[in-house]
């Protein structure tokens, strides 16, 4: 007892110390003490919060400094791949899902059936794991296999225990969903300016667990319900108990499960939740049904994205009828125009809905749409609610025809409609200042150079001011120029320039992608990346020898051609080869070894030639994981410039450390 009132005391007196060269720093900047000693006190606030789990608290500047360490999140491997479920909005194929997984039961001569009702949770699936009961990882889905480590982020999150309730010994895992509650969500929308709200709680939810700030994520207040557990020693075989045992170990399940014996307890089951669910303080968009007997869902098994002992039941789309008030074009990237509807505000399943695209001209004619008609909105359980027909009974007097611009409304070149296309397109590529921009944006794109640093404002300001053409000009930036810009601070023009330097170590894949040529997105830019070692050599390839790439079309073959046929790019090549790009395949990518099988990989301090994020992915590659924190398992440490007390604590366990150099020459 004495012991964690003198932890208590301690862990108060370290976290005002901390708070206050914190602001000393970030907000004064007057920092009075070096990294390295502020790192110590962290380290000392760390291991207290560890030894005494109870007395962490959301806001401990240990969750937000976890945050700030975290300048890209690691991405891990899942311990099994994360799948999801698939969807049915039909109740007849409630039915043949159930009597599907009868007869595959019936074939193991089992002829009891009891499946477990859930509801479905609209928010983001996210797997945390447990290490002798305290929580170690809490990772993303990802793409189901990677995922980003967003352990900083999980801490703040009250609903997630930190240690759990009962004696845990090993790993356990636990997957179920991250969501805001309806009144936190319109609380932080609330506080938010109104162009930068949240669409929905499952927006917010996905925004904020990517934010690098785990204090900003600690005050926006979300929630967790369990609905996975695996690895616990006296785990049950069935899904029922599995969820009991979940809410012993101290996680909220919801609640509002239950066993369903008969294919009517499920559709009852259905029928009851369809209205209920209005009430309850989160949104749910269905019904998961799961299989009891665990024991047989890995003979079930799974489709390449479900497994075949679960299904979601989505209750149908909600709809709501507003006036379109006005149709306004946009100009993507590729010259595209895009109609927009502007809608009266109206509430739609939770959120206010004032804008929705109309896609293309075909799609106004099919709909037979007129300014100031009345719409059918509809939101199908995602988020970009639609235009779904017009009222036409309550068609008014005045309504006015939606007529197709002759001219692109951002630089009045006239618009051109090819052939064999829906859609209309601006041809002024070179000076459309809407088409530069969007390249800009595309380019900045987290899929492709990932520039964080650039974002709308600042690409609006680039274009306005004629210092950007193009992605090439942006490596020719000088912070004077950038620190003129509104919103612009020395502090924001360095980053800018920092990040830019950065983005240039990013994969030869990636820049193909990021590059925008037509129909090459991230997979084609993969299968370019490795037929093509230069984009000396693509830019020479005929269309018959792009075409004999795998998942390489005529179409696509067509477009890369034309791209490198543009008078444009021989100088935005130049310009980027002029900024020290490589324009080549690494060896890595070309022929990856396995140089880091079975290693965890720990960095710390900063890599001259590599960001964190393509460092991992290079270590991935060849084989090995990505750690945040030291112990006698990590394999290796990379060190770069300042090492944080990771380095020290490395030493002291006797993991091997090595320089960037060093580093290098294992890949
Ligand atoms: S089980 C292997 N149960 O729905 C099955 N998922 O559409 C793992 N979700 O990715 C998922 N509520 O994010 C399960 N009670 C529930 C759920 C649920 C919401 C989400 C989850 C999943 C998605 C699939």
Redesign the pocket.
Known sequence: MTDIIHAAERIAQLRKEIEHHNSLYYVEAKPQLSDYEFDKLLEQLIALERQFPDLVTPDSPSQRVGGAITKEFVTVIHREP????S?TYSLGEVEEFYNRVKKLLALEGVDEQEMVA????????ISLLYNDGLLVRGAT?GDGIHGDDITVNIRTIPAVPLKLRCVADGEIEV???VFMRKEDFEQLNESRPEEERFANPRNATAGTLKLQDSAEVARRRMSF?A??LKGIRDESTSHFSRLEILEKLGFST?NH?QLCLKLNDISDFIAEWSEKRWKLPYE?DGV?L?LNAVTFWDKLG?TAK??RW?I?YKYPAQQAQTVLLDVIFQVGRLGTITPVAELEPVLLAGSIVSRSTLHNFDEIERLGIMIHDWVVIEKSGEVIPKVISVVLEERPLGAVSIVVPSHCPECGTPLQKPEAEVSYYCTNEEECPAQIRGRLLHFASRNAMDIKSLGKALVDQLVATKLVKDVGDLYFLQEPQLEKLERMGRKSAQNLVRALDESRTKSYERLLYALGIRHVGRATARELSQAYHSLEMLSHASEEELSTVPDIGPVVAHSICDYFAKPSVPLLLEKLRDARFSLCASESTTQVNRNFEGLTVLFTGSLDRYDRQTASELIIERGGRVVNSVSKKTGLVVAGHDPGSKLDKALKLGVRVLSEEEFEAML
Do not use: I, W
Not at 118 to 125: H, I, P, Q, S
């Open positions: 994360m799948l999801s479920l969807n859930e509801l479905k949770f609209d928010g983001v699936a889905r997957r179920g969903e319900v609905y996975y919801g499960y749910t998961v799961k799974a479900s497994p679960a979601a």
